[in-house]
């Protein structure tokens, strides 16, 4: 699996505990596409594997 997608997880758990969100408010999705629009250049690259990666960790469809 994507290392880059457990990252992306971190990353964006982090920033709802940064922020003091409600987890009700905005859910670790939410806040991983607000990074992924952020970083993301237009084309297919490592920002987009790893945002798909971990979509499907947390929906637990991934590849074994």
Sequence with gaps: MNTN???LIGRAICQLLD???PIYKTTIGEAMSDIFNAEYR???D???EA???ALKLLMNKNEN
């Design 46 to 48: 490592e920002h987009c």
């Design 19 to 21: 922020d003091n969100t």
């Design 5 to 7: 997608a457990y990252t």
């Design 42 to 44: 237009g084309v297919y």
């Design 51 to 53: 945002f798909n990666d």
